[in-house]
């Protein structure tokens, strides 16, 4: 098992910067690729970024690219991503996953956190 929390979400106005943070603890952490979704009211779960289990390989959805950053520090077992420029559309409950990077990038990941709401005022 995966144990995975995030943490960093908040208020802030359009163009501001958040950065959200996810701690994994249970099994070994760099064997995972990481990645983000995001769901906001009324709409469906979206993908947002993976990282490899290396961090050399990443890939963003086309709403987020040159704005987000995913990063990982393995000896911290931590996963980051890196929010700037937001804007009112990027409110949503963020969560953090853990599982193979094809999994992440087909939305099936096998472990998933409960989530941190990001909130983005106009």
């Known amino acids: 098992q995966v144990q995975l929390v995030e943490s960093g979400g908040g208020l802030v106005q359009a163009g501001g910067s958040l950065r959200l943070s996810c701690a994994a603890s249970?099994?070994?952490?760099?064997?995972?690729?990481m990645g983000w979704f995001r769901q906001a009211p009324g709409k469906e779960r979206e993908f947002v970024a993976v990282?490899?289990?290396?961090?050399?390989?990443?890939a963003y959805a086309d709403s987020v690219k040159g704005r987000f950053t995913i990063s990982r520090d393995n000896s911290k077992n931590t996963v980051y991503l890196q929010m700037n420029s937001l804007k009112p559309e990027d409110t949503a409950v963020y969560y953090c996953?853990?599982?193979?990077?094809?999994?992440?990038?087909?939305?099936?990941?096998?472990?998933r956190g409960q989530g941190t709401q990001v909130t983005v005022s106009s």
């Open positions: 996953n853990a599982d193979s990077y094809v999994a992440i990038t087909t939305m099936t990941p096998k472990y």
């Open positions: 990282i490899s289990w290396s961090g050399g390989t990443t």
């Open positions: 249970g099994r070994t952490f760099r064997n995972y690729a």
